[in-house]
């Protein structure tokens, strides 16, 4: 095995994937590393909607970089059928969130006029109107919202082919290659420590879902991160076609080939554990089944689960990890991974060369999530562990690496460089008034 490379990405999910793919572009070498197999995590357990409207109740960053993102991918899966030689299964045929309540239906109804006013294509419709376009809705519904232009991929296909691609096009892969930790010397990231021995890297990009934080616990800094457990079925019918992916507050319903239809996801913060309950197969069914009356006689597929990572305010974290050179983290997308993934990917592979050439050049200034600020609004009080910790002076000594000069004798000189270091920082390191991947930063 090679050594050294240009970019160390860990995580072989359809995120780390995503990265490696456009990293390698960048005309780097790129090593991407997986401790189990390629795409065996969160990523194999989404239902692969594309639902940059649908999934956002508010407009703002996030809510563009979707729409960029979805916007992405009719020319990617050309892209990646011709570099990788798989198809991703991209559809687009539309999605209605369907309202349960008289309460639901008037905050959709103001959602609507609101995307309209952005320009999006959005419609409001009555259940007739609903019906039409898919038969096999139930009856007891106060009305939908259709995006004509929301889709859906294979999830697994796509996993594989920014992979299959990333090493097509010249990227090393290791599967089945425990990382135990990242490597700092003086402030800087230079490799990682894995199973198969010490491999060093100019960049290192965490992109392994929850497993980031334990990561970056291990270099001092606390990452504000937890998995939400989300359970999934699926059933088959050849006799009864789906043709339009239902969304609604109880659980999503998703047509795919074969007369396959899956149907997720219950939602279990903080939970470990990937069994699948019976509670949370009842609780999916009893809400499908009131959106999809024929549900409930089509034939029983299989079951399964994943632990998709989020933050309390459930934006994602992307950019570099403050006060140590090198490190980067794309975590965070809790459920949608899939559909950020390509604009996730080309961003930071963007923002990883352009460090790169602002190091060459002396020029350190480096972006992310983590040196913005917040912006006003109704989340802007929500904090995050280190942003707290940060701004009440507690516990600063656990939140960033020492400097190697704080091991000095000199107590009150460490702590004056402590402060110093955070004069010129915003300390909220994870609101959100931009993204270092931004839509607009995406050509």
Not at 172 to 193: K, L, P
Not at 243 to 259: A, M
Not at 354 to 365: I, L, M, Q, T
Request: proline share 4%; hydrophobic share 40%; glycine share 10%.
């Amino acid at each position: 095995m090679k050594k050294h490379y240009d970019v160390i990405v860990v995580g072989g999910g359809v995120i780390g994937g995503a990265i490696a793919y456009y990293s390698v572009q960048k005309q780097k070498s790129v090593l991407l590393l997986e401790s189990n197999e390629i795409g065996s995590g969160t990523s194999q357990a989404a239902a692969g909607m594309l639902g940059a409207q649908s999934e956002m109740n508010e407009l703002g960053p996030l809510f563009q970089l979707a729409l960029k993102s979805r916007s992405m991918f009719p020319q990617l899966a050309e892209e990646l059928k011709e570099c990788s030689g798989i198809d991703i299964g991209l559809m687009i045929q539309g999605l209605l969130k369907v309202a349960t309540s008289a309460e639901q239906a008037e905050h959709y109804l103001q959602l609507v006029n609101i995307q309209r006013q952005y320009g999006e294509v959005v419609e409001w419709l009555t259940g007739e109107e609903a019906s039409k376009i898919e038969p096999l809705l139930g009856k007891k519904m106060y009305g939908a919202m259709y995006f004509p232009n929301e889709g859906q991929v294979l999830a697994s296909s796509l996993n594989q082919a920014f992979v299959q691609g990333a090493r097509r096009l010249g990227a090393i892969v290791r599967e089945y290659t425990n990382i135990h930790s990242v490597i700092i010397e003086a402030g800087r990231a230079v490799g990682v420590v894995t199973s198969s021995g010490i491999v060093y890297g100019d960049q290192i990009v965490l992109a392994t879902g929850n497993g980031s934080k334990t990561l970056l616990e291990a270099v001092g800094i606390q990452l504000d991160l937890y998995p939400v457990k989300g359970e999934c079925f699926s059933v088959i019918s050849q006799d009864v076609v789906l043709n339009t992916t239902i969304f609604s507050e109880g659980c999503y319903l998703v047509p795919k080939q074969g007369g396959k239809i899956v149907v997720g996801a219950t939602m279990r913060e903080r939970s470990y554990d990937r069994t699948v309950s019976m509670s949370g197969m009842l609780e999916l069914l009893d809400n499908a089944v009131r959106l999809l009356p024929s549900l409930a006689n089509m034939s029983f597929h299989k079951t399964w689960s994943g632990l998709r990572p989020q933050t309390p305010d459930r934006l994602p974290i992307m950019g570099a990890v403050p006060h140590i050179q090198g490190l980067y983290v794309a975590t965070g997308h809790y459920r949608n991974g899939i559909l950020l993934s390509p604009a996730t990917g080309k961003g930071m592979a963007e923002l990883l060369d352009k460090d790169a050439k602002h190091e060459c050049g002396g020029d350190e200034k480096r972006e992310g999530r983590f040196d913005v600020k917040r912006e006003s609004g109704p989340d802007a009080k929500r904090e995050s562990g280190l942003d707290e910790k940060l701004q009440s002076g507690r516990d600063v000594n656990h939140q960033i690496s020492v400097h190697p000069a704080d091991k000095q004798d000199n107590p009150d000189a460490a702590v004056e460089r402590k402060q110093s270091r955070y004069r010129d920082i915003d300390l909220s390191p994870f609101g959100l008034e931009r993204f270092a991947v931004t839509a607009a930063q995406l050509s």
